[in-house]
């Protein structure tokens, strides 16, 4: 009974990402990301804040992204970007004839 309201990014693609900060080791993805978007195209940018961090991306599912770092002693606190392509709709085309 909802419905989806979004802005824009342009690209070469119908994709949706979101983006935050996290002192965790798992990114909760929005529960529309399950339906919306192909599994296998998300992909994770991770910007760690304050200090050298060696985290990286154990797991991606579309409800969840694991996180680790190499030094388990080391928390972790970085920003992130996850983005994916549209499933609900055709693949863009970007290159039309005149």
Known sequence: GMRLQHGVAEGPEHSIFVRGRT?????????YWVDLVHEDSITVQLTPVGRFQ???????SPQKIHLKNVNPFCSIDCFYVV???RIDIDKLVVELER
């Not at 002192?23 to 529960?31: A, Q």
């Open 54 to 60: 060696m985290v990286f991306i154990a797991e991606i």
């Open 23 to 31: 002192k965790s080791n798992v990114i909760e993805l929005p529960d």
């Open 83 to 85: 983005q994916a392509e």
